[in-house]
């Protein structure tokens, strides 16, 4: 059963997320922008699977099914750096990736390769990388082979993974996401769905 007070902070995550649909549809020149068909339309997650040794121990190396929160307008009002994100590959735009964020604008990369200058991250660009350390740089299609990504191809952030029937859990993200996503955690997690859809 949910409390009232997560109830109240899922109905505010709700109201942003369909003020934030409504001004992305105004920008792009929509004439009628609808904030309550967005509020009452549909769930703020949706499920995707994901299979790779580059998110292994976080995503099993054999796949796992995220429940993935939408993320219409990110910013680094929204987005954080330590949180996992589902972003539009840089390389395929029909293909989509699962990498943490490592660092957003502002912040100086330094290479381990001497050869290398450091820079400073732009306006609207991130720095994602994989979790699994054990893989090479080359083969993890990361930002150290990719670049900067920009901010705005990220789609959404993973708030929990199932690799199995019995192997599942909430993914850790930043402190500030993980507290800003439990209210809908809570309200829209259906670990039934998601064994029911798992390709695995």
């Not at 997560?6 to 709700?14: K, P, Q």
């Not at 083969?139 to 199932?162: F, K, N």
Request: net charge negative.
């Amino acid at each position: 059963m949910v409390s009232i007070s997560t109830l109240l902070r899922y109905v505010g995550c709700r109201m942003e997320y369909a003020a934030r649909v409504g001004f992305k549809s105004y920008e792009r020149g929509a004439n009628d922008v609808d904030i309550m068909k967005h509020f009452f339309q549909g769930k703020l997650t949706y499920l995707q699977f994901n299979k790779g040794e580059e998110m292994a121990p976080t995503i099993g190396s054999q796949g796992g099914t995220l429940l993935v929160r939408k993320i219409p307008m990110p910013d680094a009002k929204r987005v954080f750096v330590g949180d996992l994100v589902v972003l539009k590959d840089p390389a395929n735009s029909d293909n989509y990736l699962v990498r943490r964020l490592a660092a957003i604008e502002g912040y100086e990369m330094v290479s381990t390769d001497d050869k290398d200058e450091p820079f400073v991250l732009e306006e609207d660009q991130c720095w994602v990388l994989a979790d699994n350390e054990n893989i090479k740089p080359k083969e993890a299609h990361d930002s150290r082979t990719l670049g900067p990504v920009s901010m705005s191809d990220i789609v959404g952030r993973v708030i929990y993974c199932l690799r199995n029937a019995v192997d599942h859990g909430p993914v850790n993200n930043s402190q500030f996401s993980m507290r800003y996503d439990s209210p809908i955690l809570e309200v829209e997690l259906d670990v039934d769905e998601m064994v029911k859809n798992h390709k695995a």
